[in-house]
């Protein structure tokens, strides 16, 4: 019912700068809260960075300062504008949505197949 279709990702050096988009298929998109997650190899998937309806947000506490999460529901995408990249960074990155504001991954409704971030020395 719901497909999420994320972009933008890619290969970069320390320092530089990526945006991240999610589209996704449904004409209730604003109804839902939409969250960035990643995956590293080894590592669980954890929360990056959330919008709800109201425009409310939340950060990982790695990224804060760095990373920007904004939504614009004329387009029915999700954007995460991320700036001063670190090698720690590198990961998969999912969009996720869901009906409630509730961000543990187990929890989220809808999820894209994800698209890679490598940061390089």
Do not use: H
């Not at 530089?16 to 604003?30: A, D, K, T």
């Not at 504008?81 to 989220?108: F, G, H, T, V």
């Amino acid at each position: 019912q719901v497909e999420l279709v994320e972009s933008g990702g890619g290969s970069v050096q320390a320092g530089g700068s990526l945006r991240l988009s999610c589209v996704v298929s449904r004409n209730i998109f604003s109804r839902y809260t939409m969250g960035w997650y990643r995956q590293a190899t080894g590592k669980q998937r954890e929360l990056v960075a959330g919008i709800n309806r109201s425009g409310s947000l939340i950060y990982a506490t790695a990224v804060t300062d760095r990373f920007t999460i904004a939504r614009d529901n004329a387009k029915s995408t999700v954007y995460l504008q991320m700036n001063s990249l670190k090698p720690e960074d590198s990961a998969i990155y999912y969009c996720s949505a869901a009906l409630a504001a509730r961000w543990d991954p187990e929890y989220r409704d809808y999820w894209g197949q994800g698209t890679q971030v490598t940061v390089s020395l």
